[in-house]
């Protein structure tokens, strides 16, 4: 039995006089700091974690010059480790068998001599590591730090401070706690659904319709429209039908004739209709329907106002005579005088408001 006088302090072995075997793995506290590897990312190189003891003793076999894929060479490096020949046997022989996916049974025999140990003192090798531990797993299953092997301090076969020439061989290794049971999978996060497009407006059938409380249906083209709905001017539109491609809506009620913006509001976004939809002033009667030249007509209808004008179209000869009127904001009325010199006939006659000009309807003019 060798003494090893302290060299960590106790730090790793608990230990202040002298260094003793420490992990599962049964590293004196000189060879870990030469090799201590951090096995599992948790930040901390410690000879009690399974992990970074696994890697640690990976790095001590490969140090220096050495190709473990030549069987002689295999043998010096776990020799180096352990100068022990069964102990080289035992450990070769468990690899060949988990290597081929199995597990060693019966005896097995310790054979052979042991090879002549690598010369020259070899720093360690680079080696990769493990992927951490997965979230919830322990990150340490050790058999616990400075736990020292034994009542009295570490035997020689131990790894001494040089990964190249140990002085002594190490204990065989503790047997390796159980493995730590591995988290329940993390049930996988729902498909997103797929975000809906934006609806598209192709165009208005028709763009234009009269002002007052009818309502004109009017047919939007598209696409994206099914679950759509519209609205003029800010107010919304009663829906009669839809479909991915058409929407088929009401126009709102409005009194006051111009333009207004048409959208159309869908799950996915808004889509505004080029050109809007125009309120016409409409004419709803004429009184009377057959008129003298120089006679007067009181038109009825709605989206009149004080600038308002009517125009008496020719439909033989495409000409019009346009005449001022008289507005009465009470009954929503306009008042006009056809011209004496107008040629007998059936003309087309008009209301205009603001430059809108609603659709005609037809009057007869008499000789006087």
Known sequence: MALISDTDGGSFDSDTSFDRAVGPMQFLPGTWRAVGADGNDDGAADPGNLYDAALSAGRYLCAGPVNLNDPAQLRAAVYRYNQSSSYVDLVLALAAAYRNGGEPTGPIVAAGRPPKPLDGDLPPATVGRPPAAEPGASSSPST??????????????????????????????????????????TPPSPTPSPTPSPPTVVALSPDAGPTGPTGTKVTISGSGLRKANASFGGVPAATRSASDGRLVVTAPNRDRVGQVAVKVTGPGGTATADGGYTYLPAITSIDPESVRRGGTVTVHGTGFGEDSTVGLTNPDTDTTVTRATDYASSKGTLTFVVPDDLRPGTYQLAATTDGVTGAPVSIKVTKA
């Open 144 to 185: 616990g730090r400075g736990s020292p092997s034994g009542g009295s301090p570490s035997d020689s076969s131990s790894p001494t401070g040089s990964p190249g020439k140990p002085s002594t061989s190490p204990s065989p290794p503790s047997p390796s706690p159980p493995s730590p049971t591995p988290p329940s999978p």
